[in-house]
């Protein structure tokens, strides 16, 4: 704790974003430490009016009775306008969560889905280096391949190759899935079933295998703590 | 005012791209224009049979377009219906003969001459297709409500639309009681796929077999229901785009069954 000149202080005070942050030695007598707080208040003045505050007693925990009785001195006498305890850290999995989303920040992030729009007909194919968005349809005949995955918002009757040559963990969705032929990554499938009515599915690969799913039953990326670029 | 060159175009063989020009071209010449119907199918020319004009063919497009002969000397007027008028196809050179600059010289000339040019286009995507369409304002895509056919349709709408050609649909030999058991695509399935505007239905008809062994054409056979259908089509092409499209339906009813039944009605 820092010396004040006038004897021994054992709290210090510092601006953290639009807060004032007290660090104080929960060992000491409350009245001492009023005493401090005080001595540290009287000299911001009419700074303190109206100001946030946190109490920060380290690394121990259980000092709430504390930090009420130290903020309600506060406020009665000085005026602050609010103050709590510092914030709970978060824990290891959240953490690293956020630190990955904001590695992988898509806000910089140049765009690689070809978007397109209209009706890729028969005998038209169209190739996407990464993923490719289709607002239209995919006609009998007709060919969309893809590095990533393949969404077509609208009735996929034709051929379809998402994950070219070798991404497995590409997907195919259509909101009217109807194709002749799909292939994801090394793995083909043709002759799919129709399914009854028209909902939106899409195709990926599960134990070697070419699986086909209701996509808002299946939901697949639910579990995504945090929107990951793909 | 420049007449228009219409192809009928189809991308399968078979679909009735022939009996549609005949019939389209007939309908148009009944309704007091000048039609021209232009055999493209170099080397297996048909139409001039459908039409019953075999035997007075001369001169042919190769000829026209090298040359040989005048426009109006290949040109065959139908001796039935005033203003029809066919320039058949050579029978003896293959498809390769005729480049489409060389077309679009002659449709500059087609234009002059009639109000309405159709174009009977040869199956396929190759030379002779290029040579139907090169000179062409408009096309109509013939197509029948079966898979094969609805995926060489699509083929060619997305070549004329890179020619920037704007096709029509005319959904033909559709079986009313096919589509209803479900045996058969229905023309809201082919239009779903193709996408485009439909110009026409035109329903399933022995009348044509007879037409096309006759030379009659359709739409001056009795009774024929395509001949009808093809009729409207011809009225859609020429002003009268509105006009409402007659869904091919069976025929139902206590007075159809009993007629049947008595052997009144087939």
Same mark, same amino acid.
């Given at each position: 704790?820092? #010396?004040?000149?006038?004897?021994?202080?054992?709290?210090?005070?510092?601006?953290?974003?639009?807060?004032?942050?007290?660090?104080?030695?929960?060992?000491?007598?409350?009245?001492?430490?009023?005493?401090?707080?005080?001595?540290?208040?009287?000299?911001?003045? &009419? =700074?303190?009016?109206?100001?946030?505050?946190?109490?920060?007693?380290?690394?121990?925990?259980?000092?709430? +009775?504390?930090?009420?009785?130290?903020?309600?001195?506060?406020?009665?006498? =000085?005026?602050?306008?609010? @103050?709590?305890?510092?914030?709970?850290?978060?824990?290891?999995?959240?953490?690293?969560?956020?630190?990955?989303?904001?590695?992988?920040?898509?806000?910089?992030?140049?765009?690689?889905?070809?978007?397109?729009?209209?009706?890729?007909?028969?005998?038209?194919?169209?190739?996407?280096?990464?993923?490719?968005?289709?607002?239209?349809?995919? #006609?009998?005949?007709?060919?969309?391949? %893809?590095?990533?995955?393949?969404?077509?918002?609208?009735?996929?009757?034709?051929?379809?190759?998402?994950?070219?040559?070798?991404?497995?963990?590409?997907?195919?969705?259509?909101?009217?899935?109807?194709?002749?032929?799909?292939?994801?990554?090394?793995?083909?499938?043709?002759?799919?079933?129709?399914?009854?009515?028209?909902?939106?599915?899409?195709?990926?690969?599960?134990?070697?295998?070419?699986?086909?799913?209701?996509?808002?039953?299946?939901?697949?990326?639910?579990?995504?703590?945090?929107?990951?670029?793909? | 005012?420049?007449?228009?060159?219409?192809?009928?175009?189809?991308?399968?063989?078979?679909?009735?791209?022939?009996?549609?020009?005949?019939?389209?071209?007939?309908?148009?010449?009944?309704?007091?224009?000048?039609?021209?119907? @232009?055999?493209?199918?170099?080397?297996?020319?048909?139409?001039?049979?459908?039409?019953?004009?075999?035997?007075?063919?001369?001169?042919?497009?190769?000829?026209?377009?090298?040359?040989?002969?005048?426009?109006?000397?290949?040109?065959?007027?139908?001796?039935?219906?005033?203003?029809?008028?066919?320039?058949?196809?050579?029978?003896?050179?293959?498809?390769?003969?005729?480049?489409?600059?060389?077309?679009?010289?002659?449709?500059?000339?087609?234009?002059?001459?009639?109000? =309405?040019?159709?174009?009977?286009?040869?199956?396929?995507?190759?030379?002779?297709?290029?040579?139907?369409?090169?000179?062409?304002?408009?096309?109509?895509?013939?197509?029948?409500?079966?898979?094969?056919?609805?995926?060489?349709?699509?083929? @060619?709408?997305?070549?004329?639309? %890179?020619?920037?050609?704007?096709?029509?649909?005319?959904?033909?030999?559709?079986?009313?009681?096919?589509?209803?058991?479900?045996?058969?695509?229905? &023309?809201?399935?082919?239009? +779903?796929?193709?996408?485009?505007?439909?110009?026409?239905?035109?329903?399933?008809?022995?009348?044509?077999?007879?037409?096309?062994?006759?030379?009659?054409?359709?739409?001056?056979?009795?009774?024929?229901?395509?001949?009808?259908?093809?009729?409207?089509?011809?009225?859609?092409? #020429?002003?009268?785009? +509105?006009?409402?499209?007659?869904?091919?339906?069976?025929?139902?009813?206590?007075?159809?069954?009993?007629?049947?039944?008595?052997?009144?009605?087939?």
């Amino acid at each position: 704790m820092s #010396n004040t000149g006038q004897g021994t202080s054992y709290m210090r005070l510092r601006g953290v974003g639009d807060s004032l942050w007290v660090t104080l030695d929960p060992t000491q007598p409350e009245d001492l430490l009023q005493e401090d707080l005080t001595k540290l208040f009287g000299r911001l003045k &009419h =700074f303190a009016f109206q100001a946030r505050v946190i109490l920060d007693p380290g690394a121990t925990h259980g000092h709430d +009775d504390l930090i009420e009785n130290l903020g309600t001195f506060l406020k009665e006498n =000085f005026g602050v306008g609010f @103050v709590s305890g510092p914030p709970k850290k978060r824990s290891a999995d959240e953490e690293q969560s956020r630190k990955r989303d904001v590695n992988r920040s898509w806000k910089h992030r140049r765009s690689e889905v070809l978007i397109l729009a209209g009706r890729v007909r028969s005998g038209q194919k169209v190739t996407a280096k990464k993923h490719l968005l289709m607002m239209g349809d995919l #006609n009998p005949g007709g060919e969309v391949v %893809a590095g990533g995955d393949i969404l077509v918002l609208g009735s996929m009757r034709g051929t379809a190759a998402a994950g070219q040559p070798s991404n497995e963990d590409a997907i195919i969705l259509a909101l009217d899935f109807r194709p002749t032929q799909i292939q994801i990554g090394g793995y083909v499938a043709a002759g799919l079933p129709c399914s009854p009515g028209t909902v939106a599915e899409y195709a990926f690969v599960e134990n070697n295998a070419i699986v086909v799913a209701d996509y808002l039953k299946a939901n697949p990326f639910k579990r995504l703590p945090w929107p990951e670029v793909r | 005012m420049e007449g228009q060159i219409i192809v009928i175009t189809s991308g399968k063989g078979g679909v009735g791209k022939t009996t549609a020009t005949a019939s389209i071209g007939a309908a148009l010449a009944l309704d007091g224009q000048r039609v021209a119907v @232009v055999d493209m199918d170099i080397g297996l020319r048909n139409l001039d049979v459908v039409l019953g004009l075999e035997n007075r063919v001369v001169f042919n497009i190769v000829d026209v377009v090298k040359g040989k002969c005048k426009l109006r000397q290949a040109a065959i007027k139908d001796r039935r219906i005033d203003n029809l008028f066919l320039i058949p196809a050579s029978q003896s050179d293959n498809k390769d003969v005729l480049t489409p600059e060389e077309m679009v010289r002659l449709g500059e000339e087609l234009h002059k001459e009639f109000d =309405f040019v159709l174009m009977d286009c040869p199956a396929g995507i190759e030379r002779g297709f290029e040579n139907a369409i090169a000179a062409a304002d408009e096309a109509v895509v013939i197509c029948t409500p079966d898979v094969s056919a609805v995926r060489d349709a699509d083929r @060619v709408i997305g070549l004329l639309y %890179a020619r920037s050609i704007t096709p029509k649909l005319l959904v033909n030999r559709i079986d009313a009681k096919m589509v209803e058991r479900g045996d058969m695509l229905s &023309h809201q399935d082919v239009v +779903d796929v193709l996408s485009i505007e439909l110009v026409g239905l035109v329903q399933m008809d022995d009348q044509v077999v007879v037409s096309t062994n006759t030379g009659l054409p359709l739409v001056m056979q009795k009774n024929s229901k395509a001949g009808e259908a093809f009729c409207r089509i011809a009225m859609r092409l #020429n002003g009268h785009p +509105d006009l409402p499209i007659e869904e091919p339906r069976t025929q139902k009813g206590f007075w159809k069954s009993f007629g049947q039944k008595i052997g009144l009605k087939n």
